[in-house]
């Protein structure tokens, strides 16, 4: 007497049990293939999810404004956050051996900040526009897209200087702008932490930054070679500890902060021409997530509020969107973009800067399973 068959329920149950093994299994091998193919090693904690760029090597840094519309209308596959991807990272497919660039496109690393120290940020902000701090608005992200500029950089100057907002002549603004930056500073230890572990030759280059940037900056003042030197002294000597690099850091990892209110759609499509590309620059979303789109990579990347993304801002066409859509959203959303200023590395670093071999952008191409960069310059 020959046995019952198995139920279809059961039958369901056991082929789904096998679809999700094969597909845990083919997601090993991919992940594999994907390390196994890079000129670096892959660290194994933290675990990062990988995705390839869609499109490969590109042979410039930033695509001219005419190709703009199309890369902006490119379907963009998402790089969610789950409970199985967390942290995760696009390799830089313009990386080459041994060259003075970070290794990623970008990378997310999930949760970094807690929700109490996220509220934490936010009060210090309002507590900061209560005061009476100006935010401005740009051309490029609209009216409904508020911005400061906190720390070290070189716009339109000979040398450089320490922002206005970050020296405010009203001592209880001057307090909460210093908390800011201190809260924040502890706050971001974690995703150096990660950062350091992941792509170690781009965090010392960033730590090194931020102290070349600070001294360039003391020096300016010192030198009187830009209209702002007699005031930015007059601060400087008021408070011993502010010639210290670490009283106008940001999170150890960069030199320039931009804190930025937008209750709108975001941002636009940009290049941040001024930040340095052998740095990553950084962004902390609170409040409500959005997609970072990404489109000459044809991938976006999802950020909830807490997550920490360095990406190469000056050489990715990109946009941060708003996600406003959801019952529950309050419409809003604080982010903190940490960044190192060209110009100032420029300036601190004058014979590094001159020599041609020191590019923060290389053409590859593929040499049969070979990335090798190629000199294409004139």
């Not at 499109?55 to 379907?75: C, F, I, T, V, Y």
């Not at 060259?99 to 949760?111: H, T």
């Not at 044809?298 to 807490?306: D, H, I």
Request: proline content about 5%.
């Amino acid at each position: 007497m020959s046995s019952p068959g198995m139920s279809n329920p059961a039958a369901k149950k056991l082929a789904w049990r096998r679809n999700q093994q094969q597909a845990k299994a083919d997601s090993k091998a991919s992940q594999k293939a994907i390390r196994d193919s890079l000129l670096f090693e892959v660290s194994a904690e933290p675990r990062l999810h990988l995705v390839e760029s869609r499109h490969g090597p590109r042979q410039r840094p930033q695509a001219p404004k005419s190709e703009w519309p199309a890369l902006m209308q490119r379907d963009l596959d998402t790089i969610r956050h789950t409970a199985s991807i967390t942290h995760a990272a696009i390799p830089n497919p313009n990386y080459a051996d041994g060259a003075d660039i970070p290794r990623y496109a970008a990378i997310r690393f999930a949760d970094c900040v807690s929700a109490e120290q996220g509220q934490a940020l936010l009060a210090l902000v309002e507590s900061m526009r209560s005061l009476k701090l100006k935010f401005t608005t740009t051309e490029a992200h609209g009216q409904n897209f508020l911005q400061a500029w906190f720390g070290v950089w070189m716009k339109y100057q000979a040398a450089p200087f320490i922002s206005a907002a970050r020296r405010p002549k009203k001592p209880s603004l001057d307090s909460a702008v210093t908390e800011l930056v201190e809260t924040l500073d502890k706050t971001l230890k974690k995703s150096a932490a990660l950062l350091r572990k992941v792509d170690e030759p781009a965090y010392n280059r960033m730590r090194q930054g931020h102290r070349d940037a600070a001294r360039a900056a003391v020096a300016g003042a010192t030198s009187g070679t830009h209209k702002f030197a007699v005031t930015q002294q007059a601060w400087l000597n008021k408070d011993s500890n502010r010639t210290g690099t670490s009283s106008h850091r940001m999170g150890g990892i960069g030199s320039m902060l931009a804190v930025s209110i937008s209750t709108g759609g975001g941002t636009g499509y940009h290049y941040d021409d001024g930040d340095d590309g052998h740095f990553y620059s950084m962004i902390l979303v609170l409040g409500e997530g959005g997609n970072l789109k990404l489109p000459e990579t044809g991938l976006q990347v999802y950020v909830t509020p807490g997550d920490v993304v360095f990406f190469l801002a000056n050489q990715q066409l990109h946009k941060l969107d708003i996600n406003n859509d959801s019952p529950d959203s309050a419409g809003s959303q604080t982010v903190f973009t940490i960044w190192t200023d060209q110009q100032t590395m420029s300036y601190a670093k004058t014979d590094m800067y001159k020599n041609p071999k020191y590019k923060d952008f290389h053409c590859v191409e593929q040499n049969g399973g070979n990335v090798e960069a190629v000199d294409n310059s004139e």
